[in-house]
């Protein structure tokens, strides 16, 4: 085993990040909630990894169902019609949003969100510009990374993808515009119309419904009914990125089934192979798909629809469906988010908790004034932030927390049961001191 930590250490990257300081942990097997390292400690996965082991570890109708189709055809040229293809599209029918009937496949969220950028621009040409958040993620190539509105996580600025205009987001816990909820108005909605109309040659939104990386953002109830009718009135393309809220991570298949609004186009990838293999979703209305007829989908990859990751699409969706994982995100959600307040008593440090479901962040603060505690460049110069250090602990006490600069997201796999939430809020509660 320590030939393979040397050998990992060497000769591969550690992303997002300086290399000098990492000390990979190898990961021999996994088994629910929980995985265990090569001497055989177990730790309860507290955040499904980067929120996307939403099944779980070890699910055997999945696995079968991938072995099944490596059995059976294991490439074929997308130009060719898989039989999963066809079986993994009408299961998606089903959960979609209603009015988006035509998928690409790929295997990424960022790709997943590349095509939604070109197509987007392809349909309402000659529009190109595209409204994004700051406090955004959308993926780390160049266009995604140019829609990511988080300037930290750019590096390369300014090669980055030209035509994004950036808007604030509906952050009440540290309003960008310093405004309070609901006097404002939601003042941050209606600033988009504006946008929109100074711009000018706007051919589409993309927002995460639910903010993930950048601090589970939880808009107040009215928000993204606004904004989705701010698009239409001005026919510009709605683009909900469910890459991290899709999947029964809030409690419904999308997050969008929150307000019932219907996107123009919806990508998503994590929980749609619940992370068994690589996949990527951009999800269109029929009338882009219509418009493909006589326009060229400039756009593909040699592992575009590929037949094993497509294998995963209807096993995962029959599991959620089983299980009746909606529900019970439901009501694994409402504990979760009681137990974590009792944390936000019990610690002075805890500045905000907000979530939905399964998606939580708890957001850390040094003094009264909510002061962060670091920000990404903290973070990627090496330099780690007490929240960093907070998850470290709760590491070598056997529970994996995925954190941001200044906060933790806590979002466990959707199979997770109360005792094992409690564990992990049991560790949280002797790392937080830390920050007291
Ligand atoms: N969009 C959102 C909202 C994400 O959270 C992520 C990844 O965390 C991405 C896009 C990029 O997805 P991937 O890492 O699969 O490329």
Redesign the pocket.
């Known amino acids: 085993m320590d030939d393979d930590k040397k050998i990992i250490r060497e000769h591969t990257f550690k992303t997002w990040s300086k290399q000098s300081s990492w000390e990979p942990i190898i990961v021999t097997s996994s088994r629910g909630v929980y995985f265990y390292d090569s001497n055989g400690k177990k730790y309860l996965d507290f955040s499904s990894q980067?929120?996307?082991v939403n099944l779980g570890y070890g699910n055997e109708r999945v696995i079968n169902a991938i072995k099944e189709q490596l059995d059976t055809l294991q490439y074929i040229n997308p130009s060719f019609g898989a039989v999963v293809r066809a079986k993994a599209t009408k299961a998606l029918l089903e959960v979609m949003p209603k009015n988006l009937t035509k998928f690409f496949f790929s295997?990424?969220?960022?790709?997943?969100?590349e095509a939604a950028v070109k197509v987007s621009r392809l349909y309402k040409k000659p529009s190109y510009k595209i409204l994004a958040r700051y406090r955004?993620?959308?993926?780390?190539?160049e266009a995604?990374i140019s829609l990511t509105g988080d300037y930290r996580r750019w590096f390369v600025e300014p090669n980055t993808m030209p035509g994004v205009v950036r808007f604030p987001e509906p952050y009440c816990f540290r309003c960008p515009l310093k405004l309070k909820y609901p006097e404002c108005n939601l003042a941050c909605a209606n600033y988009v119309d504006y946008i929109i109309k100074q711009e000018k040659n706007v051919a589409a939104i993309i927002v995460?419904p639910i903010?993930?990386?950048n601090g589970v953002i939880v808009p107040p109830k009215e928000y993204m009914p606004l904004l989705w009718k701010i698009a239409k009135e001005n026919d510009v393309l709605f683009i909900a990125?469910?890459?991290?809220?899709g999947w029964g991570r809030v409690g419904e298949w999308f997050a969008v089934n929150l307000w019932n609004i219907q996107p123009d186009i919806l990508?998503t990838?994590?929980g749609a192979s619940a992370s068994y293999v690589?996949i990527?979703i951009t999800a269109f209305n029929k009338e882009i798909g219509e418009f493909f007829e006589d326009h060229i989908f400039a756009h593909g990859h040699t592992f575009e629809a590929h037949p094993v990751s497509l294998a995963a699409i209807p096993a995962v969706i029959e599991e959620y469906k089983r299980l009746n994982l909606l529900s019970h995100v439901k009501v694994m959600g409402e504990y979760l988010g009681k137990r974590l307040l009792e944390l936000k008593e019990r610690h002075k440090s805890i500045g905000d908790i907000r979530g939905i479901g399964l998606f939580w962040a708890v957001e850390l603060v040094k003094d009264k004034n909510n002061t962060p505690f670091g920000d990404y460049e903290d973070k990627y110069e090496g330099k780690p932030t007490v929240v960093d250090i907070i998850s470290k602990k709760a590491l070598e006490k056997g529970v994996y927390v995925y954190n941001g600069p200044s906060w933790l997201i806590i979002s466990p796999p959707l199979i997770i049961n109360k005792e094992e939430i409690d564990q992990g809020i049991e560790t949280l509660d002797e790392v937080i001191k830390e920050a007291d």
């Open positions: 980067f929120v996307n295997t990424s969220g960022t790709e997943a969100n955004s993620y959308h993926g780390s190539t995604s995460e903010t993930g990386t990125d469910e890459v991290m809220t990508t990838a994590k690589p990527g």
